[in-house]
């Protein structure tokens, strides 16, 4: 067990990695009644087509991770989620691009939760019948995606800019796509991705770290799995251009929602300077258009943005975007708007000022994430699948210069590299 | 357990929780008046408006580098309604100075911010600036439009409204679109002045403070009129319901939305609140409540099936996305449910997986300095001081026999459907 210090924001870990490959990563909290546990794979909706070793590789049914997530909770004894219950503890799961997530958060019982947890998990069970029955259920969870604008106007915006990267396919999958989902597939898919040495499991809260570790160990200790190869992930040729420019969806909606995306020419970042990269492209996006820039002020006052108008980053090695939008009465007065204060900054680069209040802003919004434990664990979970520590995050942004923002700024806006997506309502 | 320590500040009551546990100092203000007809709008756009500027820094870009200034303070308010007041909630994290450089005391400039927001506004001519005042009712129309948007809060809202017909909870909390127009900036001003007037007003800090030291900063901050604080009248939760009404709306939707609203007859401060608190979990609160277990688990019917409890005004509320052909069966369903409470045939694994949610929620708010506000205010709200602590153990008392008392009394008012436009 190694002991992580992290002086400048007061927190200390515990990390092992276990002989079977699990990484368990414990965050003691001094005073909290609440223990928040989550169990990851590294495995999401774009790992489609997949080989272990030697193995020829094998493509799956859109959506079958997420499909794989609804089942694990399936137990021969029942629903695990009454046995949670029992020990009152509250869980749950999410599945996103490149993880699956399973989680728990309890005050009490919490070494039978924990081993609860870490059980389910790593105990498939998949019949013809029960497969079946969830699809009626998974339906149902797409349908109600598709009447929700801001998700159908995000989704839109990915499948605009990617050709072939499974990022652009929903991870719910489609109607038809569940329905070719058998429990052959699944098993496959498991076996692959669930293996210890693809895990990570994470406990933030009031616990000990030796305590847990020990539990840990000993359950991890009583069973047996076959040691595996590495996995490949193969993944089409992606080009750098966006795929279409521009995407219209109609759904009722009060006023136009309009997402504007940006595409990384260049992907293949990893560890520290995938970072680093997400680091300056959020705090250079703080800085040219959050709600203290004049952009903003200035959209705001011609009533071409509401309180919904944001933007966000998302990257990994294989893709990365930038968003921005929100609800707007005229998106291509809104995409004009932007785009020519974007083509202006270009030139002139961050005002010096906009760069230290984004800087500090960002920075007080990274200390108040360490209040939330659920935050912690998500977040550490998501950096550490990309070979990086949530911890170094402080240390980029207090280091982080004017000077390399405006390059990122230079380098990340192409407006060649753009996609629009917007919903609207059906014409009367 | 750290408890509030309680103060006062001519209308102002304060609650503070010192601790060292939070990176943050958590600050949160509310503003409360009775739910009605006539003010609802107007009071609603306040802090609109009042976020846009004061009177030592009326420019909102200003204003918002002020706040990226102390570190990018969480700042941002709600307007909602809890039984029959309008609540508006400030609220205001802002890092510990411990974590960071700052040559600025953290807290103080906060609470001094705060204060300028409520108590000193921008201003022009005795009034609020018709700038902010006409930008503000557009996005306060813009949010009021946009609840269509979302459709499982829209059947929701629907519901209520339908429901609720003759009492102020019909009203959404952030008003009426017909009656923004007609709002000036002197009207609003003087909507503004009776609200600081008549308002109940609660000060909330969470964090390394004392209480003697957050009375003195807001002294210093807030600039108040003498007086003595408002309190809340308690609704009435005796409703009597007649037959069920049944409401129907069409639009263009996937998938439909069934929400029921049923009367419970039990309020915050009642005996059988705890008995209440079961019945909800044990019909539809969590994943091994019976809703989720027929309507999803059994039937495959839902992504969702659920319910929800309002305990200020007596009102329970079930809510499920189906297939829309599949409306019959599930209001079966679901009705077989609220039967079968009726009847008690509540297993005790349902008893206690339930009360071991609860339970569990009720320590775990202690670890969030919003959740921990949010519970005291409901005491300030009831004027029932009951703690999460005694909650927890008259939840732990529930027999089958309380549930089934508060099963007897809960009666469905209203079966509200949206679907799509098709021929049925």
């Known amino acids: 067990m190694e002991t992580l210090n992290y002086p400048n924001v007061q927190e200390t870990l515990y990390r092992e990695i276990l002989d079977n490959g699990l990484e368990v990563i414990v965050l003691p909290k001094e005073g909290f009644h609440k223990t928040y546990a989550t169990f990851s794979t590294k495995y999401g909706s774009i790992d489609n087509k997949f080989a272990v070793g030697g193995e020829s590789p094998v493509k799956v049914p859109d959506g079958i991770a997420h499909f794989l997530e609804h089942k694990m909770f399936e137990e021969p004894t029942g629903d695990i989620f009454a046995v949670f219950a029992s020990q009152g503890a509250s869980a749950n799961a999410y599945t996103s691009f490149d993880r699956t997530v399973y989680l728990f958060s309890a005050t009490e019982q919490i070494n039978a939760n924990l081993e609860t947890l870490i059980n389910f998990v790593q105990n498939p069970y998949f019949t013809d019948t029960n497969v079946d029955k969830e699809k009626g259920i998974i339906e149902q969870e797409i349908n109600m995606y598709r009447d929700n604008a801001d998700w159908r106007v995000y989704f839109g915006l990915i499948d605009a800019l990617y050709h072939n990267h499974p990022v652009h396919i929903d991870i719910a999958g489609t109607v038809e796509s569940i329905y070719q989902i058998d429990k052959e597939t699944l098993y496959r898919c498991y076996e692959t991705f669930y293996h210890p040495s693809n895990m990570l499991l994470f406990v933030v809260g009031g616990v000990k770290a030796d305590e847990v570790f020990e539990l840990v160990r000993a359950n991890q200790t009583s069973k047996t799995f076959k040691p595996q190869g590495d996995i490949q992930r193969f993944f089409d040729e992606e080009p750098s251009s966006v795929k279409i420019p521009r995407k219209v969806s109609e759904l009722p909606v009060s006023l136009p929602k309009v997402m504007i995306g940006f595409k990384e020419k260049e992907v293949g970042l990893e560890g520290e300077a995938l970072l680093r990269q997400e680091v300056e492209t959020k705090l250079m996006l703080e800085a040219l258009i959050g709600p203290s820039s004049k952009l903003y002020q200035s959209l705001y006052e011609q009533d071409l943005i509401s309180d919904s108008f944001g933007h966000e980053f998302n990257s990994s090695s294989g893709y ?5 939008g ?33 800087k500090r802003k960002k920075i007080g919004g990274y200390l108040r994430m360490l209040n939330s434990p659920e935050a912690i664990a998500g977040e550490f979970t998501r950096y550490r699948f990309r070979d990086s520590d949530m911890f170094d995050v402080l240390a980029f942004y207090e280091s982080c210069t ?27 | 357990m750290t408890q509030f320590e309680r103060g006062q500040l001519e209308r102002i009551r304060l609650h503070v929780m010192p601790t060292k546990r939070f990176k943050t ?16 709008t107007p009071v609603a756009l306040i802090p609109f408006v009042l976020r846009r500027g004061t009177a030592s820094t009326p420019e909102t870009i200003a204003f918002r580098e002020r706040l990226d200034d102390l570190y990018g303070a969480g700042f941002g308010f709600d307007v909602y309604k809890r039984g029959d007041a309008q609540i508006v909630q400030f609220r205001l994290d802002v890092i510990n100075d411990r974590f960071v450089s700052s040559n600025v005391p953290l807290l ?13 506004p921008a201003k022009e001519r005795d009034a609020f600036r018709i700038k902010y005042v006409d930008a503000e009712k557009e996005t306060l129309r813009k949010r009021l439009e946009s609840i269509v948007n979302d459709k499982i809060r829209y059947a929701a809202e629907r519901c209520l409204e339908e429901m609720c017909k003759d009492e102020p909870y019909r009203l959404h909390p952030l008003g009426k679109l017909e009656e923004i127009g007609e709002i000036t900036p002197t009207s609003l001003y003087e909507h503004y002045e009776r609200w600081q007037e008549q308002a109940a007003l609660d000060l909330y800090v969470v964090g390394d403070t004392t209480l003697e030291e957050v009375t003195q900063l807001v002294a210093k901050a807030f600039q108040l009129k003498p007086g003595k604080p408002a309190g809340y009248s308690l609704p009435d939760v005796s409703h009597q319901v007649g037959e069920v009404k049944t409401v129907v709306d069409k639009m263009e939707v996937n998938q439909g939305k069934l929400n029921m609203g049923l009367r419970t007859g039990v309020g915050y401060a009642d005996d059988d609140y705890p008995a209440t608190l079961m019945y909800n979990g044990i019909l539809g609160g969590y994943p091994h409540s019976k809703l989720f277990l027929n309507v999803r688990e059994k039937e495959s019917l839902a992504y969702y099936a659920a319910s929800r409890l309002d305990g200020h005004k007596g009102i329970c509320t079930i809510q499920s996305g189906i297939e829309i052909k599949n409306y019959d069966k599930a209001v079966t369903i679901i009705k077989e449910q609220l039967e079968s409470l009726r009847q008690g045939e509540i297993t005790e694994l349902e008893l206690d997986q339930t009360k071991a949610m609860i339970a569990n929620h009720l ?9 921990m506000i949010a519970y005291d205010f409901n005491s300030v709200l009831s004027g029932n001081d009951r703690s999460a602590k005694q909650l927890l153990e008259q939840v732990q008392a529930v027999t089958t026999e309380d549930i089934v008392r508060v099963a007897n009394r809960v009666q469905l008012d209203t079966v509200y459907f949206l679907r799509d436009r098709k021929e049925a």
């Open chain 1, 402 to 428: 004017l000077e390399q923002i405006n390059a990122r700024l230079i380098e990340h806006f192409d407006f060649n590299q753009m996609s629009v997506s917007i919903v609207q309502s059906p014409a009367e």
């Open chain 2, 108 to 120: 103080d400039e906060s609470i001094t911010f705060l204060g300028e927001v409520f108590t000193d």
């Open chain 2, 363 to 371: 320590r775990e708010l202690q670890d969030s300095a919003y959740e």
């Open chain 1, 326 to 358: 929100g609800d707007t009465p005229k998106p291509d007065e809104l995409i004009a708007q932007i785009k020519a204060v974007v083509e202006a900054m270009l030139k002139t680069g961050i005002e010096p000022a906009a760069f230290e209040r984004s």
């Open chain 1, 320 to 324: 990365s975007f930038s968003v921005i």
């Open chain 2, 25 to 40: 100092f958590a600050i949160s203000l509310f503003a409360g008046l009775p739910l009605e007809e006539d003010n609802v």
